[in-house]
């Protein structure tokens, strides 16, 4: 099992930056590529990132590319968001989730952390 718990989510104006973080416990961290997803209200769950066990690779969503940076520091455990220019449609749970080798599905989930961007 590997537990995830994110924080730094919280309320900012648009064009203000966040920095989210996801700490990993239970299994060996640099086994599983991280990726971050979104929901908001009333939508599906989408895809905002990935990165991978090393950290030498990511992909991005359209949507977030040259605002949002993934990246990880497998000594302390934990993936990091760092989100800027925000915009409105930003708004929604972010969950950060791990994903095991040679598996095309994501297998474990935190709890998520709320991003509400004014206008």
């Known amino acids: 099992q590997v537990q995830l718990v994110e924080s730094g989510g919280g309320l900012v104006q648009a064009g203000g930056s966040l920095r989210l973080s996801c700490a990993a416990s239970g299994r060996t961290f640099s086994n599983y590529a991280m990726g971050w997803f979104r929901q908001a209200p009333g939508k599906e769950r989408e895809f905002v990132v990935a990165i991978s066990r090393s950290g030498g690779s990511t992909f991005y969503a359209d949507s977030v590319k040259g605002r949002f940076t993934i990246s990880r520091d497998n000594a302390k455990n934990t993936v990091y968001l760092q989100m800027n220019s925000l915009k409105p449609e930003d708004t929604a749970v972010y969950y950060c989730?791990?994903?095991?080798?040679?598996?095309?599905?994501?297998?474990?989930w935190g709890q998520g952390t709320q991003v509400t961007v004014s206008s």
């Open positions: 989730a791990a994903k095991s080798a040679g598996k095309s599905e994501y297998d474990y």
